[in-house]
């Protein structure tokens, strides 16, 4: 049986494709419950921790809705820097502190491997929130959710993804969940910005199409799929390198005349200047379904985590 009771979310490479699609099968059932405007009761009794050591709109707040939704109750220090870790306390020790007052800790660190770390100290499981330029595994359920919703399917897609594919994390573990179907990757960065080669040898020993460009144009043209991303400018050591590279794609709805009349653009969100606004009324651009189909998602990983 499939199950994911008791384990820790922490990158998107530790699922295996019956647990992706169980989380799947169990979102869909959430979203048509709360479409419904059912109340539901699966967690009553639970409380949740949420712990951000960086900025956070929807990830804090679709999971803390989400815990809501299923009945349970939320903790939460959103700026986790004004927690006692501004006193020096080691996030072991944060983390073993937490657990004696919540049954599952979500994450959100600025250091790669945080969320493997706190593991390491806790005895309840950890959500992974986003680990610096590292992981974000419950985005990449999320996003793949909203790729099958607007797509209807998801083998043999062509997903171009663009923008600073070194340090978004959204991206890595995109782009790992989805080595899990047919797919065809399209990787659209600056030469400074490219996918890791970890990920993209990782990528070809399943057997998955990988293809790197600096070119937007051929993106639109050809993909299914366009993921969009942020330069991450909180991960440059130097600033003009950032002022440099910031402007490198800018997708607007002249730019999208090119594209297949059925494609899905997305975006985790926050934007800054990479889609236009004139994007945003195009039946293609789902970024806003996106980051609303992070309820169901988070429901689903909650409640087959704690049950
Ligand atoms: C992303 C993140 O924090 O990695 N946001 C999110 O969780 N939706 C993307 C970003 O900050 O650019």
Redesign the pocket.
């Known amino acids: 049986m499939i199950t994911l009771s008791g384990k820790d979310v922490l990158r998107a490479d530790q699922f295996a494709k019956p647990e992706i699609e169980r989380v799947l099968e169990v979102a869909a059932k959430h979203e048509k419950a709360l479409a419904a405007g059912k109340t539901l009761s699966t967690l009553r009794g639970k409380v949740l921790a949420t712990l951000f050591f960086e900025p956070?709109t929807?990830?804090r707040l679709s999971f803390e809705t989400a815990m809501l939704r299923l009945g349970g109750q939320v903790i939460s220090v959103a700026e986790a820097k004004t927690s006692s870790a501004a006193k020096g306390e080691s996030l072991a020790d944060t983390i073993r502190t937490v657990e004696g007052y919540a049954d599952a800790i979500v994450l959100r660190h600025p250091e790669t491997g945080a969320a493997e770390e706190a593991a390491r100290a806790a005895r309840v499981p950890i959500l992974n929130a986003?680990d610096g330029a590292g992981q974000?595994p419950t985005?990449s359920l999320l996003d793949l959710y909203t790729i099958k919703k607007e797509q209807g399917h998801v083998d043999g897609l062509r997903v171009a993804l663009v923008g600073d594919l070194k340090n978004?994390?959204?991206v890595h573990s995109l782009a790992d969940v989805l080595s899990n179907y047919g797919v065809s990757f399209l990787f659209v960065a600056p030469a400074a910005l490219r996918m890791p080669t970890a990920i993209v040898e990782r990528l070809q020993a399943k057997g998955i199409s990988v293809a790197e460009t600096d070119d937007l144009g051929e993106a639109i043209r050809t993909a299914d799929v366009l993921y969009m991303?942020?330069i991450?400018k909180e991960r440059f050591a130097d600033p003009a390198e950032y002022e440099r590279l910031k402007g490198a794609y800018i997708l607007d709805r002249a730019a999208l005349a090119a594209a297949k009349p059925s494609i899905t653009v997305m975006h985790?969100?926050?934007r800054v200047n990479e889609i236009a606004l004139d994007v945003d009324d195009l039946p293609g651009a789902a970024y806003f379904r996106q980051s609303a189909n992070g309820v169901p998602v988070r429901m689903a990983l909650l409640s087959l985590v704690l049950e």
Do not use: I
């Open positions: 956070s929807r990830t986003g974000h985005q978004g994390r959204t991303t942020r991450q985790p969100l926050p």
